[in-house]
């Protein structure tokens, strides 16, 4: 029975030309839209250089970075950078002669006066610094027994160590060199892409179930009237349901890989194991959204696609910075936005070599998930109805 | 005989509707039962309700002689239901939409291969196999939906208006199946709104308005309540008000209707009304086209039981 119904899910779901075309189509086309707009934007903005200033407060490692950063003699260089006192910073940046300034101290701080792909630059490469630095002090707190990294700038002793370590981990870890040429702030868009592809999976899941349901459809009345459980139809169908949402994110993965040349990071079990999450997560809301709303399967398709596409655009689908402005003015959406949570996860892989950010994203999918599944679970497991 | 439906005080209120009120019934093994009457009478309701498809507030249910609930597989495995709209997959042929709903209940392949040829064959779709439900007129899609629902051999089949929209060709092909179902031993309970299908179908009519069971028997049972017994309609241009004065003063008549074109007159007795009118007619030299005389219908049962007609 199991397989009867599989079998014959796979076949009516793959025949379905309105949910191929969104959950197979939509994605690539709108992947090549992106990488045609990008790649104009990308040569337009490589060249330029970003006028910043930093605010020395005594960390080693931000002066290192921003000096390689804005070495004239390099290829890459990225900032025009100038030392000096807050108050001629505050001062730079209000005649607008710089984007923005850092603070570098221990707990660093970036102050920018707009949102715009410069000051998201800026942002970000002290974000990796952070980033970069908790992973020096890690090693260090590893090699040296935890000694915090505050008390290792107090002497001057330990800030030589420091920086011949900071030397070392340049070679040894494969922290990703922050330079023009491999910042490529494009990349945010083509994760969300695969959000959007994860989460529009769920349609299989909305037709499914309402296909299911006695209260939704008479197809749903037929398997009711039968002598198969419900429960039985209900996990084979949305088992393949997972199987077809998963085939279109292979394919968009080969797309985005091989066409597009978009970098996903060294961790393929990782990308495998963010993709198979966030499609759960994808058909987690279509299982929600179906068993929930008592409408038509063609409303039900619209709401998912619209959640969706605005959960992308805050996960910074249509730019890097609107990522920037939810991360830091409503983290709160993040919590509930699925499409933020997939897009993380691949970021925090690609950017970063710790992986704390990428499991706290992964639990959050998860979270996010199963919260559906039990509230849809109450609908699902009704029998009788009131009116069908 | 044995009961296969026993349906006692079933009361079904939607929110602010009460749609089906304290109705008992029963049906018996081999009999075809049509359920009569208008749109929103409850026969929907009856039939979901009897299905476990809906809850109700009072009654109870028993078939196959076991009350009635979702869980009881063994029951529902016997039984086969074509719903009021067509509920097939668009992405299927009409042979793997029939396939998959009978696979619901047969797991033998084999077996549910034998199945669904005669479900096809019943149907008369043997042509149209390959065929997509989209490419299949509105009769030829109510017999696929109807081939879905009773592939598997049911013995108790409920069929919810099966034949609304169709045309005649198809119409005819359904109720022959549905007689021939019965002569392989099912027991149907069948709803509709066209009296003329219970009347050639059915052996047991029961009457529903407004949720009620109002009038229950065979065709002829029901037609002793319309309290008339001749219908003569004559097809006049032209009539005067004096003439029809005294055509109602003649023997038995009960009642005289003219709408300028044709005249109805209703007898409650008698006999030879007929040729007697024919007489009267040629007598005043009034010139007709057509004169018949029909028994009453079941039209009339509800207009006498209900004050309105059954057609809306
Ligand atoms: N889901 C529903 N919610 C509220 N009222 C309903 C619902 N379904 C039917 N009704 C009402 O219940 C009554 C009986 O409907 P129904 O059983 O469908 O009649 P029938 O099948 O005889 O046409 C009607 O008045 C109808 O408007
Ligand atoms: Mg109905």
Redesign the pocket.
């Known amino acids: 029975m199991f397989i009867h119904n599989f079998k014959y899910s796979l076949k009516t779901l793959f025949k379905d030309k309105i949910l191929i075309f969104w959950t197979f189509m939509f994605p690539i086309i709108l992947g090549t839209l992106f990488s045609l707009a990008f790649s104009n934007i990308e040569d337009s903005e490589k060249l330029k250089v970003i006028d910043i200033a930093v605010v020395d407060n005594g960390n080693v490692v931000f002066k290192n970075v921003f000096d390689s950063l804005s070495d004239e003699d390099s290829d890459d260089r990225l900032f025009n950078v100038r030392y000096v006192s807050e108050e001629e910073a505050i001062k730079l940046l209000e005649s607008e002669k710089i984007t923005g300034y850092v603070l570098a101290q221990v707990k660093p701080k970036v102050v920018v006066s707009n949102n715009g792909i410069n000051e998201t630059v800026l942002k970000y490469v002290v974000d990796e610094i952070i980033e970069y630095q908790s992973i020096v002090s890690n090693f260090l707190a590893s090699s040296m027994h935890e000694i915090r990294l505050e008390d290792i700038q107090m002497s001057e002793f330990v800030l030589d160590i420091y920086s011949e370590v900071s030397k070392k981990m340049n070679e040894e870890v494969n922290i990703h060199d922050i330079s023009s040429e491999n910042l490529s702030y494009t990349m945010i868009e083509f994760y969300t892409l695969i959000a959007m592809t994860c989460l529009y999976g769920g349609i299989f899941a909305v037709v499914s179930i309402n296909n299911t349901l006695a209260n939704m459809s008479f197809k749903g009345a037929r398997v009711s009237v039968s002598p198969t459980s419900k429960k039985i139809v209900i996990l084979s169908r949305l088992l393949a349901s997972y199987v077809i949402q998963l085939l279109g994110l292979v394919i968009l993965f080969l797309f985005t890989i091989f066409v597009l040349d978009v970098d996903y990071g060294n961790d393929l079990s990782l990308v495998v194991l963010t993709s198979l999450v966030g499609s759960l997560a994808g058909l987690s809301l279509g299982v929600f959204v179906s068993s929930i709303f008592k409408s038509s399967e063609n409303t039900k398709t619209s709401i998912l696609i619209a959640f969706t596409m605005a959960g992308c655009f805050l996960s910074g689908m249509m730019g890097i910075t609107m990522k920037y402005v939810v991360d830091s003015k409503a983290p709160i959406l993040n919590k509930i936005n699925p499409a933020a949570m997939i897009t993380d996860a691949f970021y925090s892989l690609y950017y970063f070599t710790t992986r704390d950010r990428f499991w706290f994203n992964i639990i959050s999918l998860v979270i996010f998930s199963v919260i559906l599944i039990v509230v849809s679970i109450f609908s699902l497991r009704r029998q009788r109805y009131d ?2 | 005989m044995k009961k296969v439906i026993e349906v006692s005080n079933l009361t079904k209120e ?2 602010s ?1 009460r ?1 089906v009120n304290d109705i008992s019934f029963d049906v018996y093994e081999g009999e075809i039962v049509g359920l009569l ?1 208008p ?8 039939i979901n309700s009897i299905l476990s498809l809906l809850s109700f507030s009072k009654g109870s249910i028993k078939i196959f002689g076991e009350e009635m609930s979702p869980n009881l597989y063994e029951v529902k495995r016997n039984i086969g239901v074509v719903f ?1 709209d067509v509920a097939v997959f668009d992405e299927l042929s009409v042979l793997e939409n029939i396939d998959y709903f009978c696979g619901l209940y047969i797991k033998d392949k084999s077996v549910r291969k034998e199945y669904v040829e005669d479900a096809i064959n019943l149907v008369g779709l043997l042509d149209f196999k390959k065929f997509y439900p989209k490419q299949l007129s509105g009769g030829l899609l109510r017999r696929l939906n109807i081939a879905c629902g009773i592939a598997h051999k049911p013995k108790l089949i409920f069929l919810d208006e099966p034949t609304v929209a169709v045309d005649p060709q198809s119409r005819n092909n359904i109720l022959d199946g549905i007689l021939k179902l019965r002569s392989e031993g099912a027991t149907i309970i069948y ?1 509709t709104h066209y009296m003329e299908e219970v009347e050639i179908l059915c052996d047991r009519i029961i009457i ?1 308005d407004k ?1 009620s069971i109002i009038a229950s028997g065979t065709s002829d049972e029901l037609k002793e309540l319309a309290n008339i017994e001749e219908k003569v309609s004559v097809h006049i241009s032209e009539l005067s008000d004096e003439v029809i004065e005294k055509i109602k003063s003649l023997k038995n008549v009960e009642e005289v209707n003219y709408n300028g074109d044709v005249l109805v007159v209703i007898y409650k007795k008698g006999e030879d009304n007929l040729v007697k009118l024919m007489d009267f007619l040629s007598k005043n030299k009034i010139r007709y086209d057509k004169i018949f005389s029909e028994r009453p219908t079941l039209n009339d049962v509800f207009l006498e039981l209900t004050g309105k007609e059954l057609r809306d």
């Not at chain 2, 749109?39 to 009856?46: E, F, H």
């Open positions: 009116s069908i | 939607y929110k509707v749609a009457g749109n929103g009478s409850g026969k929907s309701t009856t009021q709803t529903m949720g």
